[in-house]
Antibody
Framework: QVQLQESGPGLVEPSETLSLTCTVS????????WSWIRQPPGKGLEWIGY???????KYNPSFESRVTISIDTSKSQVSLRLSSVTAADTAVYYC???????????????WGPGTLVTVSS | QSVLTQPPSVSGAPGQRVTISCTGS?????????VHWYQQLPGTAPKLLIF???NRPSGVPDRFSGSKSGTSASLAITGLQADDEADYYC???????????FGGGTKLTVL
């Protein structure tokens, strides 16, 4: 059974870069799209982007200028970097796997438990 | 503002039936992409509730059902129980974004 676990600093200063890691256990990291999804406090879910193997990435245009998602297959880890953060980037950040290994009709399963990142000085 | 539109809240008494709508457009639900639903209890990650418009994962009671027509989808919950109180989100794929989109979420209150 695949399990995901996010990790990284819980506090980031404004204008700095937010960096998170998602460690995947119990399954292959090579056959699926791995996404980062965030949820600001009291608000809804927002898809940030995905990485597929080491070759393909796709980002939500809302983040495209300042986001990088990468994958380290040797460590079974997926990483998120979000630069120039502001208080509006305060959110719970989730990593999630697409269930089918394809784009169009897939859903997210499983999800990691999420990690709260607060942007504040 | 979310690409998929859901009512902010719905409510119902125990035992009753409620529905939650999810309205999209020709670039997502109307483009024949599947709709999926998640249940999120307070302080927890979203949990898959319905996939592929109307399929339940193992362990999800048949009180939960999904449907899709045109540019919209719906989640129905029958026999409401107190522990159904949660936030519910729809999700699909969008051509314009070339990525995934969510509804804004609906808070279900069991009266």
């Amino acid at each position: 059974q695949v399990q995901l676990q996010e990790s990284g600093p819980g506090l980031v200063e404004p204008s700095e870069t937010l960096s998170l890691t998602c460690t995947v256990s119990g399954g292959s990291i090579s056959r699926h799209h791995w996404s980062w999804i965030r949820q600001p406090p009291g608000k809804g879910l927002e898809w940030i982007g995905y990485v597929y193997r080491s070759e393909y990435t796709k980002y939500n245009p809302s983040f495209e200028s300042r986001v990088t998602i990468s994958i380290d297959t040797s460590k079974s880890q997926v990483s998120l970097r979000l630069s120039s953060v502001t208080a509006a980037d305060t959110a719970v950040y989730y990593c999630a796997r697409d269930a089918l290994g394809q784009l169009a009709h897939t859903w997210f399963d499983p999800w990691g438990p999420g990690t709260l990142v607060t942007v504040s000085s | 503002q979310s690409v998929l539109t859901q009512p902010p809240s719905v409510s119902g008494a125990p035992g009753q039936r409620v529905t939650i709508s999810c309205t999209g457009s020709s670039s997502n639900i109307g483009a024949n992409y599947d709709v999926h639903w998640y249940q999120q209890l307070p302080g927890t990650a979203p949990k898959l509730l319905i996939f592929g418009n109307n399929n339940r994962p193992s362990g999800v009671p048949d009180r939960f059902s999904g449907s899709k027509s045109g540019t919209s989808a719906s989640l129905a919950i029958t026999g409401l129980q107190a522990d159904d109180e949660a936030d519910y989100y729809c999700q699909s794929y969008d051509n314009n974004l070339s990525g995934w989109v969510f509804g804004g979420g609906t808070k279900l209150t069991v009266l």
